[in-house]
């Protein structure tokens, strides 16, 4: 476990590099929230069963994620995640064993809005399965804040206080704990 949360930290930053970069920022602009030693790391593995009538089940509730990133892979079964596309879900095409990458509601904040994290689901299945979700997380202590040139409604919070709220709040029939870190 200690090697692949190595590897996925060394990952994440990368991929923060590659976002902010694909929006013609400082390369930094996203990672400088990062500190290589006190960053946060949580893991979650999820089993979910296998369900004889899955029309009537959820798998897990629509949520964001109260992260920077996540990495998520599965196992034993494909599909089950869905994202909310306008007003409908739609089933994301995500192989068995391969990695999809989630941009969370603190990158949405970091990039003022030019990312979105988006509101997303797990449906019941037939099949059992197993997914591995890995977020990743500046220090709780961290104040964020929106990078220029985007939405301009976001402000600065604190990793810590958002996820508290984020929390306290959910879960919500649609994106709601978001709004804590947009302007008034």
Same mark, same amino acid.
Request: one cysteine or more; glycine letters at 6%; hydrophobic letters at 40%.
């Given at each position: 476990?200690?090697?692949?949360?190595?590897?996925?930290?060394?990952?994440?930053?990368?991929?923060?590099?590659?976002?902010?970069?694909?929006?013609?920022?400082?390369?930094?602009?996203?990672?400088?929230?990062?500190?290589?030693?006190?960053?946060?790391?949580?893991?979650?593995?999820?089993?979910?069963?296998?369900?004889?009538?899955?029309?009537?089940?959820?798998?897990?509730?629509?949520?964001?994620?109260?992260?920077?990133?996540?990495? #998520?892979?599965?196992?034993? &079964?494909? /599909?089950? @995640?869905?994202?909310?596309?306008? *007003?409908?879900? %739609?089933?994301?095409?995500?192989?068995?064993?391969?990695?999809?990458?989630?941009?969370?509601? #603190?990158?949405?904040?970091? &990039?003022? /809005?030019? @990312?979105?994290?988006?509101?997303? *689901?797990?449906? %019941?299945?037939?099949?059992?399965?197993?997914?591995?979700?890995?977020?990743?997380?500046?220090?709780?202590?961290?104040?964020?804040?929106?990078?220029?040139?985007?939405?301009?409604?976001? *402000?600065?919070?604190?990793?810590?206080?958002?996820?508290?709220?984020?929390?306290?709040?959910?879960?919500?029939?649609?994106?709601?704990?978001?709004?804590?870190?947009?302007?008034?």
């Amino acid at each position: 476990m200690e090697k692949y949360i190595e590897q996925a930290r060394k990952l994440c930053d990368h991929l923060l590099q590659a976002l902010a970069e694909a929006l013609s920022l400082n390369p930094h602009a996203f990672i400088q929230n990062f500190d290589p030693e006190s960053s946060e790391i949580n893991v979650r593995v999820n089993y979910y069963p296998p369900c004889p009538q899955p029309e009537i089940a959820m798998g897990i509730s629509p949520h964001s994620d109260a992260s920077g990133l996540t990495l #998520l892979t599965q196992f034993g &079964s494909a /599909g089950g @995640l869905q994202v909310m596309n306008g *007003r409908s879900w %739609a089933t994301v095409p995500w192989p068995c064993e391969e990695l999809l990458v989630n941009v969370g509601d #603190l990158v949405e904040i970091m &990039s003022d /809005g030019r @990312l979105k994290s988006p509101w997303h *689901r797990v449906v %019941a299945m037939e099949e059992e399965r197993f997914s591995v979700a890995l977020f990743y997380n500046p220090p709780s202590s961290a104040e964020i804040q929106p990078v220029q040139g985007g939405d301009g409604c976001y *402000r600065k919070v604190v990793v810590g206080d958002y996820v508290r709220h984020f929390y306290e709040v959910s879960p919500t029939l649609e994106k709601q704990a978001i709004a804590y870190a947009k302007k008034a």
